[in-house]
């Protein structure tokens, strides 16, 4: 009985991690902090390189140390065969793109089938971590059961991820808490002693049935998103009324029932997880009869965001075409080179055909923005936040990296043709602009000195 190997190896379990990405690579080196033996599987030859050299493919803070550190528990190949031969447990961590609401499901059915050709008679707990729609697990499961060769012994189980890119290690180390959604107690045990460092320290560690823990993921993201587009339109108002939303934002904070997490204003959420999952919560409440106008109108509200500040850019300069315009940060947040749904792409691109002429820095995603927006005649990349401020007509931040949180505002005067500075992320006081700047943020008063 696959528990009492468990016991013999003294709680170090072999987990094998089917794909690479942000979450899997992510579960994987932190497996093998835990102590745990941890295979990997990618179909991307490229990743998989990289990975035997023990370099990260993905900037994500702190992973890469991490892969030197375990890299000993750490191995690495482009077959599910030699996963499922090697592991207890095995994780599906594949990614499942969005299209207008409706997830490409198709990467975890081809794991779950190249798993179940391979499996043999010996137990084997599959545990969804990809973040899919309410019930996928029973399709897991009839798939599993469709393709095994012969009569297998196995379960499915549930456990949603929960991290943030940029701060992925310190949430799969300190984490709010661990859902797992399983249908008998032999697969809580074994996912118990999975994460039997983290329940040590006290993390909560709350056990549901499969299908509740696929719609918890949902349900929070979709909070969360709902959280950042509220405030996005109390700045707008704070804006019209000339009221500082950062003050009404803390005011509203310390309120324990509110808490004074994503109430940041700003040009809106992107990356690859509130949008698909907004998206995915709604046709999926849909389909079940839900109208959800709540989430419909807080994916409006992000979108519009964008628009606003590209009206809040013509209203300061005017006229965009022919205009010098630099602009610091690219990824859809600071502390990874994700670009996925990014808010830049929309302002860059609306911008590009306005005919202005964009100065571009990012201190990670640059090379994936290249991927959308080659070097062009009017639009360049640069090597740091100053060269991309020379001769500038106005300054657009789009992320909010620390470094352009305290930079040298003299030397920025003297380089720009206008000391112009449009803050979509507010990452400036108000009393921090130096004199002969304007600034103009979100759901504050304009700056003139």
Not at 227 to 237: H, T
């Amino acid at each position: 009985m696959c528990v009492d190997v468990f016991s013999l190896r003294g709680g170090i379990l072999k987990i094998g991690i089917i794909g690479t990405g942000y979450v899997g690579l992510t579960t994987a080196v932190c497996f093998a902090e835990f102590g745990h033996e941890v295979m990997c599987s990618d179909k991307d030859e490229k990743k998989l390189k990289l990975l035997k050299k023990c370099k990260s493919p993905i900037y994500e803070p702190k992973l890469e140390n991490l892969l030197h550190k375990n890299f000993e528990r750490l191995k690495f190949t482009s077959k599910n065969k030699e996963v499922v031969d090697f592991a207890d447990a095995i994780f599906i961590c594949v990614g499942t793109p969005e299209k207008n609401g409706k997830p490409d499901l198709s990467q975890v059915e081809e794991a779950a089938r190249e798993i179940a050709l391979s499996l043999k008679n010996d137990y084997k707990l599959i545990i969804e971590k990809s973040t899919v729609p309410v019930n996928t697990y029973q399709w897991v499961k009839k798939t599993l059961k469709r393709y095994s060769k012969s009569s297998i012994n196995f379960d499915v189980a549930s456990n949603p991820e929960f991290l943030r890119e940029g701060s992925a290690i310190d949430d799969f180390m300190n984490p709010d808490r661990i859902i797992v959604g399983v249908e008998n107690k032999k697969a809580e045990k074994i996912l118990r002693k999975i994460y039997k460092p983290l329940i040590k320290k006290g993390v909560p560690f709350l056990v549901t049935d499969p299908a509740t823990a696929e719609i918890i993921k949902h349900a929070s993201n979709s909070f969360l998103a709902m959280k950042i587009s509220y405030i996005n339109m109390v700045a707008n108002l704070c804006e019209k009324l000339g009221v500082d939303v950062t003050t009404v934002a803390k005011g509203m904070g310390y309120d324990p029932r509110i808490g004074d997490k994503f109430l940041n204003a700003g040009i809106g959420y992107g990356g690859s997880c509130f949008p698909k999952d907004v998206r995915t919560f709604i046709k999926i409440a849909e389909e079940h009869g839900i109208n959800f106008s709540l989430l419909r109108e807080t994916e409006k509200i992000n979108k519009a965001q964008r628009k606003r500040f590209i009206e809040k850019v013509e209203n300061v300069l005017w006229i965009n075409k022919n205009k010098n315009i630099a602009i610091w940060g690219l990824s859809f947040k600071p502390g990874t080179d994700d670009i996925r749904d990014a808010p830049s792409i929309d302002i860059v691109s609306e911008l590009s055909k306005q005919g202005a002429n964009l100065r571009l820095y990012d201190p990670k995603a640059m090379e994936n923005f290249k991927k959308i927006f080659p070097e062009s005649e009017n639009i360049k990349y640069c090597n740091d936040k100053y060269e991309a401020l020379k001769n500038a007509d106005a300054l657009l931040i789009l992320t909010e990296w620390d470094e352009f949180k305290n930079p040298n505002f003299n030397k920025m005067k003297k380089l720009m043709r206008l000391p112009i500075i449009i803050d979509g992320r507010n990452i400036y006081e108000l009393d921090e602009i130096e004199e002969g700047f304007e600034y103009y943020s979100v759901g504050r008063r304009a700056v003139k000195k």
